[in-house]
């Protein structure tokens, strides 16, 4: 770096480092500055009348801290202190050295939040802090200088000037817009500012986790990523990384608790819906609200949650933190953020004329209430779910029927009889060659569909065993609109929606009608031969049948085991590609919930959407 660019941001002993406010780019920026230029004491932009709580809130770090105050209007101030702002990376280095700490800002009231747009502070990876900063500089205009900025500014040039006379090299950290015209008043003597030097009710808070989901400057996830990275000496914690972290973790997250998985078409989707959208907005990497609204165009509003969820989860929290806990939201700090709403499970409304009294759900007192307090001695299922699959069971016996009959179809030149009806697509194929008209003579299928089974997800053990579907139940209808059916699925207990009603993913099942019929297929030992579930519901559908045709929904056709078990009880297997049914359905069919007794479904409803 040549001396001639060095002394835009040099005056005398004094280095300054313009930052923008809690952006990890300028805390790491501020690292490097403090290794390279190795000062004997440390300045930054605040002032001295809240030197005391801010180096007590500092002193906490990772725990989060708020300095408050009142000021003479009656105005609440809040100050939050987060490890990605500039200033507070400043001053834990200057504690961490044990060298002096100055606040050379002067105490104003009344101050407004200044909202002018600053270029990407990611751009500072890509062009160095010091082309940024020389960019903005030479496009900034001070024709829009407030009086509280002057005086502000005067106040921080008297204060340096003051510091460089004892010959020792000072780091000040200060805010970009001001930094161009302290670095001009440097230049000429100044004269102290007349201001407060005492304030009197400064206190000091811990901030509540709740509240770190909503105001931090950065998100979460990344201001942790900093952290920890602080703390094992890697800093440098890349935004675009970060992110394609998150999205990792979140896709975890995604599958336990709704078994979906994304694909590399959807990834690929998000990351360009995150890109286009920051674009607009005038920035290079996407924000955490521009993330979100990606995550759910991309997949759905359960990504959506989970990216939400992971990256606005702050994990150093404290039960006990000795300091009064402060909850705060966006619009007591005055942040511009966007909110946005997950509809994790949508459903219909329609306008009422009156009002309708809704009671509200209960909540867990404790994390893990609900989970511990489930037994599972006397499970039962939810009667709607109970509907929803029944009539998509005879929908796809409706469909396999019609499928085989289309099949089996004769199309042939009209003669002396029009069998079934003219053939449209036929007599259009060939009407150029001046063709014959066709008819066409439908073969019924005979037999009739008995049993049903359906495979999402194969679910092979793993090298270790381990299965994604471990749970294994079979259940009898309840009366003879029901089919007996068998499934295995997530375990029951582990996702809970409410007090006994537990959420699980179906990997498959298989559905047998009429009901009461069906013994538990799962420590049957006629279907020992069996080598993995799928094989096992469909065996059981085989035997278990009584009519002919046997449907099997799923990625895959049936194993050649199947299909000769099949010939041998003079049965025959009808496969359905479950790739040509709508995954909007079938996410819906998937899901299933299981009630801790049957005076749970009382009030399933409630919490069941």
Same mark, same amino acid.
């Given at each position: ?160 000037? %003051?510091?460089?006379?004892? &010959?020792? +090299? *000072?780091?000040?950290?200060? /805010? @970009?817009? #001001?930094?161009? =015209? ?7 003597? %100044?004269?102290?500012?007349? &201001?407060? +030097? *005492?304030?009197?009710?400064? /206190? @000091?808070? #811990?901030?509540? =986790? ?189 469909k396999a029927l019609e499928i085989k009959t289309e099949e089996s179809t004769r199309i042939e030149p009209f003669a002396c009889s029009m069998l079934d009806g003219l053939d449209i697509r036929e007599t259009i194929r060939e009407w150029i060659t001046d063709g014959p008209i066709y008819v066409r003579e439908a073969r019924p299928l005979k037999g009739k569909v008995g049993s049903v089974v359906m495979i999402f997800d194969p679910d092979y053990p793993d090298k270790d ?19 007996d059916m068998a499934f295995y699925s997530t375990p029951a207990g582990e996702i809970m929606d409410g007090p006994g009603i537990s959420r699980c993913q179906y990997g498959g099942f298989m559905l047998s009608y009429p009901p009461l019929r069906v013994y538990d297929i799962w420590r049957d030992p006629f279907f020992q031969f069996s080598r993995n579930k799928p094989e096992r519901l469909l065996m059981a559908a085989l035997d278990y049948s009584l009519e002919r045709h ?60």
């Amino acid at each position: 770096m040549t001396a001639t660019r060095m002394s835009e941001l040099q005056w005398d002993q004094i280095r300054m480092v313009p930052i923008l406010h809690n952006r990890v780019e300028f805390a790491l920026e501020v690292r490097r500055a403090f290794e390279a230029f190795r000062p004997d004491h440390v300045a930054v932009e605040c002032p001295d009348t809240l030197k005391e709580k801010i180096l007590a809130g500092v002193q906490r770090l990772p725990l989060l801290s708020v300095v408050t105050y009142e000021e003479a209007d009656g105005v609440f101030v809040y100050l939050p202190l987060e490890p990605t702002d500039g200033q507070v990376e400043a001053i834990r280095l200057g504690l961490s050295a044990g060298l002096p700490v100055h606040f050379v800002d002067r105490d104003t009231e009344g101050y407004l939040p200044d909202f002018s747009p600053m270029p990407d502070p990611y751009a500072v990876t890509r062009i160095g802090h010091l082309a940024y900063c020389r960019a903005y500089m030479a496009a900034d205009r001070d024709d829009a200088v407030s009086p509280e900025d002057a005086l502000r500014e005067k106040t921080m040039a008297y204060r340096l000037q %003051q510091l460089a006379k004892t &010959g020792e +090299r *000072v780091l000040f950290v200060c /805010g @970009l817009s #001001h930094a161009r =015209r302290i670095r001009r008043l440097l230049d000429q003597p %100044q004269t102290q500012v007349i &201001g407060r +030097r *005492v304030r009197k009710g400064v /206190g @000091l808070a #811990h901030l509540h =986790r709740d509240s770190s989901r909503e105001i931090m400057g950065e998100m979460p996830y990344l201001t942790a990523a900093y952290e920890r990275g602080r703390s094992s000496g890697q800093t440098d914690p890349d935004r675009l990384r970060i992110q394609m972290e998150l999205i990792r973790a979140a896709q975890g997250s995604y599958w336990k608790t709704t078994k979906g998985s994304l694909s590399r078409g959807q990834i690929r989707i998000l990351n360009r819906f995150a890109r286009n959208y920051a674009l607009l907005t005038g920035n290079l990497a996407p924000s955490f609200y521009q993330l979100i609204v990606a995550s759910r165009g991309a997949v759905d509003d359960n990504f959506a949650y989970e990216v939400w969820e992971k990256g606005s989860d702050y994990p150093w929290q404290t039960e006990e933190p000795g300091l009064p806990v402060l909850r705060l939201e966006g619009e007591d700090l005055f942040l511009d953020q966007k909110r946005i709403r997950f509809h994790r499970q949508m459903k219909t409304l329609r306008t009422r004329l009156v009002p309708v009294p809704v009671r509200k759900k209960r909540r867990e007192r404790r994390p893990g209430e609900w989970r511990k307090d489930f037994k599972g001695s006397s499970i039962c299922s939810y009667p709607p779910e109970d509907v929803a699959v029944e009539g998509y069971g005879h929908y796809l016996r409706k469909k396999a029927l019609e499928i085989k009959t289309e099949e089996s179809t004769r199309i042939e030149p009209f003669a002396c009889s029009m069998l079934d009806g003219l053939d449209i697509r036929e007599t259009i194929r060939e009407w150029i060659t001046d063709g014959p008209i066709y008819v066409r003579e439908a073969r019924p299928l005979k037999g009739k569909v008995g049993s049903v089974v359906m495979i999402f997800d194969p679910d092979y053990p793993d090298k270790d065993g381990r299965e994604n579907f471990p749970w294994r139940v079979t259940w009898l209808g309840e009366h003879t609109q029901e089919s007996d059916m068998a499934f295995y699925s997530t375990p029951a207990g582990e996702i809970m929606d409410g007090p006994g009603i537990s959420r699980c993913q179906y990997g498959g099942f298989m559905l047998s009608y009429p009901p009461l019929r069906v013994y538990d297929i799962w420590r049957d030992p006629f279907f020992q031969f069996s080598r993995n579930k799928p094989e096992r519901l469909l065996m059981a559908a085989l035997d278990y049948s009584l009519e002919r045709h046997v449907v099997y929904v799923a990625a895959t056709p049936p194993s050649g085991w199947c299909q000769s078990m099949a010939a041998r009880l003079g049965k025959r297997i009808i496969y359905l590609p479950i790739g040509t049914f709508s995954p909007v359905t079938l996410k819906k069919i998937r899901e299933l919930h299981v009630l801790d007794g049957h005076h749970v479904r009382r009030y399933a409803r409630e919490y069941i959407r």
